[in-house]
């Protein structure tokens, strides 16, 4: 790690008390994390030094599919839809994704740029590197499935506990189906 190089660990809701201004800040998932997103951009803003670089690095609760295999009753669309409705009531957006740029502009911040990936939900791309991508992006959904919806489905939308495990269970067949060629942006 370079001399000047230092990483700064804190609560990013709460008032940032940093004496010093950074020549970087860098974030990575922060959907769902945080309530206020123009104040946190704002403290972003007045923490960089002249000429600083914020990046941002999220994934976007939307399914995609370039060539519409997504089923028309799609386990997975209505998991991704109902888990990204129930933090929205609680004012914990998993869109900060598709907001990020349009922030960073009304605050004021200058060559503002986004560039979106394609991240595979499986293996099913024919590209090597983005089949390599697939797998991991299965295993890290897999994973997520039902810590995502649980307790949000559960508890902001009263769903049963029986209910958010067929659901999962329905999605998580789906997802593994190399048929299916679903994306998420990141």
Known sequence: MPPNCSFEIDDL?????WS?????IFSRTLNGSILDPVRLVDSI????????????????MEAHSDDDTIPENSSLVQWATE???????????????????????????EDVREIVYKWPTNTWPRDKTMKDIGGWGLANLDSFLESAALGTLTTIKGWSKE???VLCSQARKEMRDPRIHIWWPV
């Open 13 to 17: 809701e709460k008032p940032w008390t």
């Open 20 to 24: 010093k201004k950074f020549d970087f």
């Open 45 to 60: 803003y007045n923490q960089l030094e002249p000429g600083g670089w914020f990046e941002a690095q999220d994934v976007s």
């Open 83 to 109: 888990v990204v409705d129930a933090m929205e009531k609680i004012n914990r957006s998993l869109k900060l994704a598709s907001r990020w740029k349009q922030l960073l502009i009304d605050r004021g911040f």
């Open 163 to 165: 209910e958010v495990i």
